[in-house]
């Protein structure tokens, strides 16, 4: 057995528990990690295919601590230097041979080329619902701006042609958009679409609809959404929010106005995904050029934040 370094001597006996040892601790928990690892194996390297890999468990922890803390590779490299929560995290060791920025690399690329964030988004809301958490009755579809560069400081000299600038309000914005269609009950997602930031929100409805929902939820900006060729077929119940200038005429104690209140109140729940991903993940900006690359990242983050709406449910 290998001696322990003084380091991790003094490590383990501090007297208090931070607030990112209790995160990794609780994510740990969450996390089905042997169903993951069993969507990327056959994607892996194996033993004698050129350098000898890390082992695929170490490589994932890696992998989804740099998206917990939106770290760069080089970042992350430092970062199993200096944190030991962090390589106790990934089952690592100072004096292990730790992986560099090019290998945390490689993984994510192993990822992003087989579409493996949106497998093991569907592994994760598989796990879900075998607990019971994943409901069908109705669907609340909403949509969020993810910013990227504006700057034309590149070999290009232009900015990312999957990105769009579009006006919200009186600010424009430039970048993307993350469409996502979630439960009414508890706010989980169980669909996601991404677009440049300009393409409206109603033409990308039906890519978050499972076709079992009983009920729809939505802002004012897919009103007129039954309407539309691609929902001639559903039998369900349209509860579209009012344009707000249209609200505002209503008395404050008609029906109309309690209705509109109600629906707010449901249509609520979407908003807490998008906390999730641009605030506690800090995924509020791209980090990459390109659609694909972001979609691969922003699938894996819809399922963290799918297992810490229900990790109340989860941890007991």
């Not at 007297?15 to 069993?38: G, N, V, Y």
């Not at 944190?83 to 995290?89: N, P, Q």
């Not at 509109?260 to 900006?285: L, N, S, W």
Request: hydrophobic share 35%; glycine share 6%.
């Amino acid at each position: 057995m290998d001696q322990i370094s003084f380091a991790e001597a003094e490590y383990s006996q501090k007297r208090r528990i931070t607030r990112r040892e209790k995160f990794l601790a609780q994510m740990d928990q969450l996390i089905p990690w042997k169903k993951l690892e069993k969507k990327i194996k056959p994607h892996y390297p194996k033993n004698g295919q050129g350098r000898q890999p890390y082992p695929l468990p170490t490589m994932l922890r890696i992998h989804c601590m740099q998206l917990f803390y939106n770290l760069s590779d080089p970042a992350m490299e430092d970062s199993l230097y200096e944190i030991e929560s962090m390589r106790r995290f990934a089952g690592l060791r100072l004096s292990d041979c730790l992986p560099d920025e090019s290998t945390v690399l490689n993984f994510r690329h192993l990822l992003e080329q087989h579409k493996l964030g949106e497998k093991l988004f569907h592994e994760i809301n598989r796990h879900l619902k075998t607990q019971g958490l994943i409901l069908r009755e109705g669907s609340i579809v909403d949509a969020s701006i993810i910013s990227a560069p504006t700057s034309t400081k590149n070999k290009a000299r232009q900015r990312d042609p999957d990105m769009h600038q579009t006006k919200k309000g009186n600010t424009w914005h430039f970048g993307m958009k993350m469409h996502i269609g979630v439960d009414d009950t508890l706010g989980l997602i169980h669909n996601i679409a991404t677009t440049p930031a300009n393409v409206h929100d109603i033409t990308q409805a039906d890519k978050l609809l499972h076709g079992q929902e009983e009920c729809v939820w939505g802002d004012a900006g897919y009103l007129g959404i039954d309407k539309r060729k691609e929902h001639q077929h559903r039998q369900v119940d349209w509860f579209i929010a009012m344009r707000p200038g249209k609200r505002r005429l209503l008395g404050k104690n008609s029906d109309a106005a309690k209705s509109e209140f109600t629906k707010a109140q449901i249509r609520a729940k979407v908003e807490h995904p998008f906390r999730y991903i641009k605030r506690v993940f800090g995924y509020d900006k791209v980090r990459y050029r390109g659609l694909a690359k972001n979609t691969n990242r922003l699938h894996l983050l819809a399922g963290f934040t799918n297992l810490m709406v229900a990790k109340k449910y989860l941890l007991t």
